[in-house]
């Protein structure tokens, strides 16, 4: 890092044109990054984003444009390339494996690993580069053991331990704790005073951005729409500049009247795919007209709850009651029937089938109803007028209800799954992630619908991994560690750092 | 009683070889349930070169060549392809139970060379089966290559972002692991059984596949898992050497492959993957496609 100086443009695209049948990605975009500066790329889903990260590690050659990296033209064939030139990348879904240990993890592929890996002189440098950082790592751990913040740094570690001088990084506070992501800001401050530079991805979270970044480039449909210091910008001027026009915050929560207790979970602990516990002994009830909270780091037991909930996994022990009467042994259709509605994380696997048709995805939870399919024939005309009034009433943008679920955006696709359900006027939601991978735009509609099902009398248990949505839609919220809830909080003496802490595992109950 | 030891040890030689390649290409995630028929291939090609040059040291050289041979075939349908591995590796299977039996044919009976001095009748291939279960060890847990070819196993586009190539990597150990298998075939048919005939392995490959299961994909409980099931096999081949009346050496013979399911239903269950589960390669079997 010695003949680096502060200030210096260590890579600069110019004029980056990126086009794929239909659609100009990136259009003549500059962008360029000192030593020693941070500096957020903004855009939503579909602002090309990912088309100029992609570019800017190797993965994709662009049309037009030039890379510049430390003042010299450069061509990445590859991001093996990018990676040779002092390019690191920390992805948003971890590159790393998981039965190997860190240190394996931060050697494969290093150059200069050797033939026969020197382990003990490889695990002296990166413990140093741990200690500079201020971030204690076991680097023969298997990386499995490891929280995501720790995943994370092992990753950022890996990029620098092979001399990375430019770190892009793909929403990186995503899937962190909140004390995770604290630590992580810190850590990358630290980073920029070794003249490092540092550039984030990010689709939301933009109080992170006002934090930590020097400058900020917005881009929307694949153009830049903005250059600003972080400075002179407020979290509303980054989200006009975003969605083209003004958002709103704060959401009006509203009074809802809090009905009786409509669902109960007692002592409950189920297994999770592995075998592992991944929930144990958990009891609660949500209410009607409630929306019931449960924050935690994605992989603290919020899937398997939510997969015993909706009638697709089974507990290891302990009940589940509707309307005071015991559904543990229901099968997800008969749960349906009593009107408990399931909108899960995984929009592409679980709530949709990608090959089907909108309308045949609407028929998954119409086809046990009288109405659409009679006596095994389904009546696909009245199928085709609700899909065609659901799309025209939740905004999905599509061309047709005909085309293939797999073509719609995340966002759109999520609509869809939200009017499906929405639409059976269930007295139950289990919705879990619901804005996971959302842009600013379509989240503030998902949040909405969720607002307008509890004012309408529906209980909600929402599990969010999200501590803003939390704060903002729950009525009461319960932050979940490693299968076990924490406390359960009212809203109303919510603190945003305990509640943080205790999804982090920090404190025990004794708070309450 | 020392001769069904030794016996003993010999055939499991044989399974600790085979099972040892099917590591490998396993490790690197690329499974070949075509095992027996490498052997075959290994066996009958390193038998008529030795039945015809009389120099056991190119008949094995040449068990070994068919081996490799065998490997690149299977990875160019497996990664080159990107074609299903279990269904491709059926195919050699049967090519090889087919071709061998036609090529074979006409050296049908005894080797005719001086048998390989043994070791108070152990084979000298047993002591080098051990030597090989070292050095495997040690080059998949010890060496930059032995990194990347778990690497490319677990998760192949974790492995190509960190600039490992994925897949060289594969056919390096896709063609070692045949390597290995036309081995283990030439050490059956040049020393263990010097007898050339129609369909001789009658599923030796099979149970050293099953084997790389029962392992957890480690070196070592291969080589006692191998030793577990030589004994067994030898036991159902000659019962009479360790029990003096016994049932049918008929059931006897069932007795490897009733072991084999059990190990692998206790396996499955869900006590045991909470325990052990992590060792499987988690790319094995999925050919490698770039988005």
């Known amino acids: 890092m010695t003949d680096i100086k502060h200030g210096d443009i260590v890579l600069a695209a110019k004029g980056i044109t990126k086009r794929y049948p239909g659609l100009v990605a990136n259009d003549r975009i500059d962008f360029e990054i000192k030593a020693g500066e941070i500096h957020a790329i903004l855009g939503e889903n579909g ?19 030039e890379i510049y990296a430390f003042g010299k033209k450069v061509h990445f064939r590859s991001p093996l390339d990018a990676i040779d030139l002092g390019v690191g990348m920390v992805h948003q879904t971890r590159k790393l494996i998981p039965a190997h240990t860190v240190l394996e993890n931060i050697l494969l592929g290093h150059p200069k690993a050797g033939t026969i890996l ?38 950022i570690f890996k990029a620098l331990y092979r001399g990375a001088k430019v770190l892009i990084m793909d929403e990186p506070t995503s899937a962190l704790a909140p004390p995770e992501t ?40 694949g153009q830049v729409v903005a250059r600003l210091d972080t400075k002179q910008s407020t979290e509303q001027s980054l989200a006009r500049e975003m969605v083209g026009r003004d958002v709103i915050f704060r959401l009006e929560r509203g009074k809802a009247a809090r009905g009786r207790s409509i669902l109960r979970v007692e002592n409950l602990s189920a297994f999770d795919d592995k075998g592992a516990q991944a929930l144990t002994d958990v009891s609660f009830d949500v209410h009607e007209g409630e929306i019931f909270g449960i924050a935690g780091v994605s992989g603290n037991g919020q899937q398997a709850l939510a997969e015993v909930l909706a009638g697709l996994r089974k507990a290891k022990s302990g009940r589940v009651l509707f309307d005071d009467a015991e559904i543990s ?130 209980g909600i248990l929402l599990i969010s991994e999200d501590l803003d949505e939390i704060l903002a839609l729950s009525d009461r919220i319960a932050p979940i560690y490693e299968g076990k809830f924490m406390d359960v909080i009212p809203a109303e003496s919510a603190v945003r750092e305990t509640i943080g802490a205790l999804m982090a595992g920090l404190e025990k109950k004794a708070a309450a | 009683m020392w001769e069904f030891y030794a016996r003993s040890f010999n055939a499991s030689t044989i399974f600790m070889v085979a099972a040892l390649g099917e590591l490998i290409g396993q490790r690197a995630g690329v499974m070949n349930v075509g095992v027996e028929g490498a052997m075959l291939f290994g066996a009958t090609i390193g038998f008529i070169v030795a039945k015809t040059t009389g120099s056991y040291l190119l008949g094995f050289l040449a068990a070994i060549a068919v081996g490799a041979a065998i490997g690149a075939l299977h990875g160019f349908f497996s990664i080159t392809l990107g074609g299903d ?106 020393d263990y059984n010097p007898v050339w005939n129609y369909n001789f392995l009658m599923g030796w490959g099979f149970v050293a596949l099953a084997l790389v299961f029962f392992s957890m994909w480690n070196p070592f409980i291969l080589l006692g898992g191998s030793v577990l099931f030589g004994a067994l096999w030898q036991l159902s081949l000659n019962p009479e050497l360790l029990f003096e009346d016994t049932v049918s050496r008929y059931i006897w013979r069932t007795v490897p492959f009733v072991v084999t399911i059990g190990a692998l239903a206790l396996m499955s269950t869900q006590w045991f993957s909470s325990r052990w589960g992590a060792a499987k390669p988690e790319a094995l079997g999925m050919p490698y496609e770039k988005d």
């Open chain 1, 118 to 155: 020197d382990m003990k002189r490889a695990g002296e440098e990166v413990a140093q580069l741990c200690k500079h950082y201020n971030y204690p790592l076991d680097l023969n751990a298997k990386v499995w053991h490891l929280a995501e913040g720790e995943k994370q740094m092992v990753e």
């Open chain 1, 329 to 458: 042994h229901l099968t997800s259709l008969q749960r349906w029937q009593k009107g408990i509605g399931y909108i899960p994380a995984e929009q592409r696997t679980v709530g949709s089938i990608g090959n089907f048709s909108l309308v045949e995805n609407m028929l998954m939870n119409y086809h046990f109803d009288d109405a659409f399919s009679k006596w095994g024939f389904l009546n696909e005309k009245k199928a085709r007028q609700l899909t065609e009034a659901l799309i025209a009433e939740y905004g999905v943008a599509t061309p047709s209800p005909d085309v293939k679920a797999r073509g719609l955006s995340g966002g759109n696709l999520q609509k869809l799954i939200l009017a499906r359900v929405f639409s059976r006027k269930p007295r139950l939601i289990i919705v879990n992630l619901p804005t996971q991978g959302l842009d600013v735009g379509a989240t503030e509609f998902v949040q909405n619908k969720l607002l307008e099902a509890r004012k309408s009398g529906a």
């Open chain 2, 85 to 190: 591995q279990v269904v491709n590796g059926m195919g050699i299977w049967i090519l090889g139970f087919g071709l061998t039996a036609y090529i074979g044919y006409p050296y049908t009976g005894p080797l005719g060379l001086e048998r390989i001095p043994s070791v108070a009748g152990i084979s000298p291939f047993f002591f080098l089966g051990i030597v090989l279960i070292a050095v495997a060890w040690f080059v998949l847990f010890k060496t930059n290559v032995g990194l990347k070819l778990r690497s490319v196993g677990e998760n192949p586009s974790v492995a190509e972002v960190s600039g490992v190539n994925v897949v060289r990597t594969r056919y390096l150990s896709v063609i070692t692991s045949g390597m290995f298998m036309g081995l283990a075939g030439g050490i059956y048919a040049l």
């Open chain 1, 182 to 221: 604290e630590k992580l800001l810190e850590s990358i401050q630290v980073m920029t005073r070794d003249e490092l530079a540092i550039v984030p991805f990010i689709t939301h979270k933009l109080p992170i951005v006002l934090a930590v970044s020097h400058r900020v480039t917005i881009l929307r449909r």
């Open chain 1, 47 to 65: 602002a090309g984003k990912t088309t100029l990260m992609s570019i800017l590690f190797g993965l994709v050659q662009p049309d037009e444009g």
